[in-house]
């Protein structure tokens, strides 16, 4: 069964695509595919800019396209591809096919309309019986 993790991203929208660009780092290490699921094509092309510029000395190599060689890939319509490994939400709404994922990471961020949907979305896997878990990303 899908695991969720949720994750609250304090300050502004960069900090929440940096932690994005870290979870899917962590994906990679482990073998995993992952699938960053963007509200729109303007906030798509915003993630890519930051995975070429995560860090100084190195990047994430992503695609948009629905096959290729990279382990990262951009999405924001409803075509997953083949993408099963992790999914990384960025939107509000968690798309119909969350479920062939093994894990889905559901970043709470921004304004309070935003978080509000989030919350039910918690509610939404909490009664279908998904395992969940919760942690702030902000800084300890």
């Known amino acids: 069964m899908t695991r969720v993790n949720f994750y609250t991203v304090p300050g502004p929208t960069i900090n929440t695509m940096n932690f994005a660009c870290q979870l899917a780092n962590q994906a990679i ?20 800019t930051t995975l070429w510029q995560w860090q100084r000395t190195s990047f994430l190599p992503h695609r948009v396209e629905a096959r ?24 509000a709404e968690t798309p119909d096919w969350f479920a062939r994922f093994e894990q889905v990471f ?6 309070s309309e935003f978080i ?15 395992p969940l878990a919760y942690q702030d990303a902000g800084p300890r």
Request: glycine share 8%; proline share 5%; hydrophobic share 30%.
């Open 68 to 91: 290729g060689p990279e382990k990262i890939r951009l999405c924001c319509d409803q075509d997953p591809g083949e993408d099963h490994g992790w999914l990384i939400n960025l939107s």
């Open 106 to 111: 559901e970043l709470v961020y921004g304004e």
């Open 29 to 48: 290490q482990q073998a995993k595919s992952v699938l960053l699921y963007c509200p729109e094509t303007v906030a798509a092309e915003q993630m890519a």
């Open 116 to 130: 509000a949907q989030k919350r039910q979305r918690y509610r939404f896997y909490k009664d279908r019986g998904y």
